[in-house]
C-alpha cells in the first residue's frame, strides 16, 4: 500500500506560477507511472500529466508547454510544475500512481485545491 500527499496549491493570480508537490508513504520507484489529475466544479476528473519510471512524460493538450512534471525517485516525490496558470487550471489537483500488475493498483492523494483568480 502507497500513501500519496499532496501540497502546494492555492490562489494565484492569472499568469502566475504554483509548484505541486506529492509524497508517497514509501519507495515510489516500484510505481510504474505517477500522474496528476483534476477535477473543476461540474466537470469529470480529467489527466493532466503522467510521468514513467525511466521518464517519459505526456501531458493533455491543454498543458502543454506551460505544466512540467518530474519525478524524484530518491526522495519519492513527484512534482508538477505549473507556469502561465489561466482560469480554466482552477480545480482540485490530485496525484495518482498506477502499478501494473495482477490486479492493476491505483493510488490516490487527497487532492490540493488550485485557484486562479484576480
Known amino acids: 500500500q502507497v500513501q500519496l500527499v499532496e501540497s502546494g496549491g492555492g490562489l494565484v493570480q492569472p499568469g502566475g506560477s504554483l509548484r505541486l508537490s506529492c509524497a508517497g508513504s514509501?519507495?515510489?520507484?516500484?510505481?510504474?507511472?505517477m500522474g496528476w489529475y483534476r477535477q473543476a466544479p461540474g466537470k469529470q476528473r480529467e489527466l493532466v500529466a503522467t510521468?514513467?519510471?525511466?521518464?517519459?512524460?505526456n501531458y493533455v493538450d491543454s498543458v502543454k508547454g506551460r505544466f512540467t512534471i518530474s519525478r524524484d525517485n530518491a526522495k519519492n516525490t513527484v512534482f508538477l510544475q505549473m507556469n502561465s496558470l489561466i482560469p480554466e487550471d482552477t480545480a482540485v489537483y490530485y496525484c495518482?500512481?498506477?502499478?501494473?500488475?495482477?490486479?492493476?493498483?491505483?493510488?490516490w492523494g487527497q487532492g490540493t485545491q488550485v485557484t486562479v483568480s484576480s
Open positions: 495518482n500512481g498506477r502499478q501494473f500488475g495482477f490486479p492493476t493498483r491505483d493510488y
Open positions: 514509501r519507495s515510489t520507484f516500484s510505481i510504474d507511472v
Open positions: 510521468i514513467t519510471r525511466s521518464g517519459i512524460t
